[in-house]
């Protein structure tokens, strides 16, 4: 039976019961944070003996927590806002400005609507999964004449085809390879600083640009990608006032309905190590057993360092469990550490998927992609086509496809933001399972 999760608070001292939140050393912890990743918070959760501590990061003032209680606050108090809650690069390659994300109030629910029908609807999941099972087995033909395959690439790369036919834009490379690593690469860099992340920037430049023209050549006609598609959706939204998206904002949420889906790809690799670590699972998928598919990639979910953090600000000043926030505070939850909760998940670092943990339960306590109700929160609406495109991704490696692990280094750094294995997984000897 699913575990049961109570909201989490209890744990906080004497004083931050009062109202006084304890300070983790040293004057600034940017450092910290680089060096410890995704246990950040968690770690001086622990050592606090707290769920909410007071830091400073890039010597501004932060707020520190993580459980349910927190998770509750930062995904359903009103008087929070994103605005201004995420460092600028993270917020340019993510986000950026004048996206859903950096919305509120009517404004931020009436723009959500729109990608809760587009990304939630069981015929349009049903659809991109059918596309990403068909890129995939494309890419197998090329897998066996390949000395070695490296799966986050590829896998990014049969997202990319996938949710451009999906979304009905059309490639501006013949392969789809360029954007593919465009697309990840927004990801893969959103934690790093030099070089790497300037490139970054400058490919997600390109491809605002790309999208633009897209857009302006379906509103005027030269480029019909169907009534039914994102493209179609976000080019002719309307805001509340009935005026159409400006041609850079709608660009920025075709964006992000792309890079998410390509995202996933970090799943599928974190999917298939699991896969690795004991191969009943694949003997077990392989005879059937699809009712048991999606609590194994639930599990993945919950255990995967996927996103560390999440953050807001508060729009004037509130109080939460006797906790008084000013107005403009900077608040981050700790996603991993809630996913990691021994008190809210038994044994939090096992493999458990008989947990049977769902992203329907819209809680605070199961939280990869953020908490709350969908529709109304800023919870990612793209859980459903996260999942359904895992469930594919395990009926893919232990179905269609024979294949080896060799010795690599598989391990992950949680100081690494997006975490991966080392390897990024390669396999070898592929060929279709007959």
């Given amino acids: 039976m699913p575990e049961n999760r109570q909201p989490t608070g209890e744990r906080s001292t004497a004083a931050a019961r009062a109202g006084a939140i304890p300070r983790a ?57 994103r605005v201004g809650a995420m460092p600028a690069t993270a917020l340019w390659l993510l986000q950026d400005v004048g996206s859903v994300q950096q ?13 809760v029908e587009l990304l939630m609807q069981p015929r349009a999941v049903d659809r991109l999964v059918h596309l990403f099972r068909d890129a995939w087995l494309e890419r197998l033909t090329a897998w066996q004449s390949m000395r070695q395959v490296t799966l986050l690439p590829e896998a990014s790369l049969i997202l990319t085809r996938a949710v451009c036919r ?32 300037w490139i970054a920037l400058s490919r997600r430049d390109r491809a605002e640009r790309w999208l633009q023209q897209i857009i302006e050549n379906v ?49 599928i690799v974190f999917t298939a190590l699991e896969l690795s670590r004991d191969e009943l699972w694949c003997h ?15 599990e ?31 608040l981050l939850l700790d996603l991993y550490g809630t996913n990691h909760d021994p008190r809210l998940f038994k044994e939090p670092q096992e493999f458990r998927p008989q947990r049977q ?27 459903a086509i996260t999942v359904e495109i895992m469930k594919e991704s395990v009926r893919l490696l232990c179905r269609e496809m024979d294949y080896r692990v060799p010795a690599q280094d598989l391990s992950v750094r949680l100081n690494r933001i997006p975490a991966q294995p080392e390897s990024g997984f390669i396999i070898d000897q592929v060929q279709p399972r007959r």
């Fill in 357 to 383: 943990l769902s992203w329907r339960q819209q809680d605070y306590a199961f939280i990869p992609q953020g908490a709350g109700d969908t529709a109304t929160t800023h919870r990612c609406p793209g859980e």
């Fill in 166 to 197: 999906w979304a009905g834009v059309p490639l501006p490379d013949q392969n789809g390879s360029r954007t593919a690593k465009d697309l990840a690469g927004m990801i893969d860099n959103t934690g790093r600083f030099g070089p790497r992340l």
């Fill in 219 to 267: 509103r005027a006609g030269r480029w019909n990608p169907g009534p039914e598609t994102a493209l179609h959706a976000v080019a002719f939204h309307r805001d509340p006032e009935g005026d159409m998206l400006d041609i850079r904002d709608a660009a920025v949420e075709m964006l992000n309905i792309l890079r998410p889906v390509v995202a996933i790809g970090r799943f």
């Fill in 25 to 81: 050393p040293p004057f600034d912890a940017t450092l910290r944070l680089l060096e410890e990743g995704y246990p950040f918070i968690s770690n001086r959760c622990e050592r606090l003996r707290t769920d909410v501590f007071r830091t400073r990061l890039v010597l501004r003032d932060v707020v520190c927590m993580r459980g349910s209680a927190a998770a509750a606050l930062l995904y359903g108090h009103p008087d929070l806002t």
């Fill in 300 to 330: 993945v979910r919950r255990t995967a360092p996927f996103f560390p953090f999440i953050g807001a600000r508060a729009k004037k000043a509130i109080e939460w469990e006797g906790h008084g926030f000013p107005q403009g505070q900077w």
């Fill in 284 to 298: 077990l998928f392989q005879g059937g057993n699809d009712e048991l598919i999606e609590d194994f990639v639930e």
């Fill in 103 to 115: 919305l509120d109030g009517e404004a931020h629910r009436h723009r959500k609507a729109m990608f």
